[in-house]
Nanobody, 116 residues
Framework: QVQLQESGPGLVKSSQTLSLTCTVS??????????WNWIRQPPGKGLEWIGY???????YYSPSLKSRASISRDTSKNQFTLQLSSVTPEDPAVYYC????????WGQGTQVTVSS
């Protein structure tokens, strides 16, 4: 059974960098053709895809967040990490890590708030 768990600070100051880590158990993040995504849901809005890191370690980002987002991985810990720089009042959301071949596995989500 594949499980994903997000971790990181729930409160970030405006203009600083948000950093979240997803720990994966039950499968390897290097499994062929698996993609490891970050998705967020702002209050009252729909899901927004941020980006992914592939099984081979290649990242790809939403054009709207490409300038601020960075996704990396640590294969020794079976983790992948999101960094979102220069956070603004538009960035508070529940952040999910999602993986598999087709968004098969979801973390429970973690709430992120931005303070001024």
């Amino acid at each position: 059974q594949v499980q994903l768990q997000e971790s990181g600070p729930g409160l970030v100051k405006s203009s600083q960098t948000l950093s979240l880590t997803c720990t994966v158990s039950g499968d390897s993040i290097t499994t062929n053709f698996y993609y490891w995504n970050w998705i967020r849901q702002p209050p009252g809005k729909g899901l927004e895809w941020i980006g992914y890191i592939s099984y081979s370690g290649d990242p790809y980002y939403s054009p709207s967040l490409k300038s601020r987002a960075s996704i990396s991985r640590d294969t020794s810990k079976n983790q992948f990490t999101l960094q979102l720089s220069s956070v603004t009042p538009e960035d508070p959301a529940v952040y999910y890590c999602v993986g598999g071949a087709a968004y098969d596995y979801w973390g429970q989500g973690t709430q992120v708030t931005v303070s001024s």
